[in-house]
C-alpha cells in the first residue's frame, strides 16, 4: 500500500512568487491534515480536510495561504504570493474515519520550501 | 488549552546504553499522548500512543512511555539504543476538540558507536 505522498520534495522560489504543494492521502482515508514547521520552531497544524470539505482551518497563517481538495482525493496548499517567512518544510497527513475515536495520521515526507 | 514541553532539543548515548527522551504535557482534561519520530527525509512514523488504557504503553522497536498524571509526564524509554534510533523525536498531544496534533519542539537523538 503506498503511503502519503507529497510534490514536489523541495520548491526554492522567490519572495513574491507562486508556489502550489500537493498531497495524495493514502487511498480510503476520509482526513487529510496540513501541518508546517519553520525554521526552529514547533510543527504546527494548519488545516484538517474531511472529503472535501474543511473541517478546520484554525491554522491557516493568512489569506495568502489557500488550500483545496476537490474530490475528496489529493489536495494542493496555494502560497500566494510567499513571503520570506513562509520557509519551512510543509506536512501532510492523512487518516481513515475515526468517528469518537482517533485514528493514526499516516505522515507524508513534507515539502521543504525555501522563499529567497 | 493543550501542550506539550520537549525538555531536552538533543540527547547523545552511546549504541546499547539506555534511552530517555523527556516529555512533559499541559492539559486540563485526560490527554490523548503520542510519540512520532522522523528519520532523515522519511516522514513522521508514529511510535506509540496513549488514549487513558493502560499506563505503560509500548511501541516498535523497543520503545516504550509511561503516562504519569502525577508528573505531568510521558517519557520516553528504551533500554538499549541502537544505531538505527537515530532520529528526531516528537512528543504530541491532540486537540481536544478536533484530532488536531499539537506537537513539542522536538529532540534530536544522536547514537554514538
Known sequence: EAGVTQFPSHSVIEKGQTVTLRCDPISGHDNLYWYRRVMGKEIKFLLHFVKESKQDESGMPNNRFLAERTGGTYSTLKVQPAELEDSGVYFCASSQDGGRSYNEQFFGPGTRLTVL | ?113
Open chain 2, 1 to 113: 488549552a493543550q501542550s506539550v514541553t520537549q525538555l531536552d532539543s538533543h540527547v547523545s548515548v552511546s549504541e546499547g546504553t539506555p534511552v530517555l527522551l523527556r516529555c512533559n504535557y499541559s492539559s486540563s482534561y485526560s490527554p490523548s499522548l503520542f510519540w512520532y519520530v522522523q528519520h532523515p527525509n522519511k516522514g513522521l512514523q508514529l511510535l506509540l500512543k496513549y488514549t487513558s488504557a493502560a499506563t505503560l504503553v509500548k511501541g516498535i522497536n523497543g520503545f516504550e512511555a509511561e503516562f504519569k498524571k502525577s508528573e505531568t509526564s510521558f517519557h520516553l524509554t528504551k533500554p538499549s539504543a541502537h544505531m538505527s534510533d537515530a532520529a528526531e523525536y516528537f512528543c504530541v498531544v491532540m486537540s481536544g476538540s478536533s484530532y488536531k496534533l499539537i506537537f513539542g519542539s522536538g529532540t534530536r537523538l544522536l547514537v554514538r558507536p
